[in-house]
């Protein structure tokens, strides 16, 4: 059972494009969840998802920042016009149903040039 | 406002000794806490857990205690390794809330 995969490992942007981020969950884990590391600090919430639907977004900066989790396909983290600031670790977690031990991915680590 | 609060940014112990990693947190709602053990260029790795019913809970050679009164949680790794070396995080939630907060994490190394 492959654990959770997300791809890029690395990713490169300039000031202005857009980053997409990646998340397939283990298999029979319908709950995603996405978090954010930012240098010297710990692991931020950003957004929780099921299938088709946004259960939480409440740690989602307002502004450039979309995710997705559809019926078929991973999960998207979308990062449009990105500054500097955006500059982090992204981690994905699943888990089979709520109120479950979380399953982390091995993170997408987002450079701003 | 840090609801889950990590002190010690980082901690050395002995091989062989016991390694002590606090938490402290402010939302007496959070009805469940978990450890998670991080390495460079990886993911969290869930560690171990305690139900806010519970005052202690074991798994070889880690055990996490709880004290809600005082709204503290620690992790004792006994006895300590070299491949223990590594960021550990601790990190709390409350059912129908389902958003882990996590605390800074503690950087914890094991000398030889």
């Known amino acids: 059972n492959a654990g959770v995969m997300q791809n890029p490992r690395h990713l490169v942007r300039r000031r202005g494009q857009e980053a997409r981020l990646r998340c397939s969950p283990m298999?029979?884990?319908?709950?995603v969840y996405w978090y954010r590391q930012l240098p010297e600090e710990g692991l931020k919430f950003m957004v929780y998802l099921q299938k088709e639907n946004i259960i939480d977004e409440s740690g989602m900066p307002k502004e450039r920042f979309s995710a997705e989790f559809p019926k078929e396909g991973p999960s998207i983290l979308r990062i449009q016009q990105v500054v500097r600031g955006d500059s982090a670790a992204y981690f994905c977690a699943s888990s089979p149903f709520a109120g479950n031990e979380q399953f982390f991915g091995p993170g997408t680590r987002l450079t701003v040039l | 406002d840090q609801q889950v609060k990590q002190n010690s940014p980082s901690l050395s112990v002995q091989e062989g000794r016991i390694s002590i990693l606090n938490c402290d947190y402010t939302?007496?709602?959070?009805?469940?806490f978990l450890w998670y053990k991080k390495y460079p260029a990886e993911g969290p790795t869930f560690l171990i857990s305690?139900?806010?019913?519970?005052d202690k809970n074991e798994d070889g050679r880690f055990t996490v205690f709880l004290n809600k009164s005082a709204k503290h949680l620690s992790l004792h790794i006994v006895p300590s390794q070299p491949g223990d070396s590594a960021v550990y995080f601790c990190a709390a939630f409350n059912f129908g809330n389902e958003k882990l907060t996590f605390g800074t994490g503690t950087r914890l190394t094991i000398i030889p």
């Open positions: 298999k029979g884990h319908s709950h």
């Open positions: 305690i139900s806010s019913i519970k």
């Open positions: 939302n007496s709602m959070f009805d469940y």
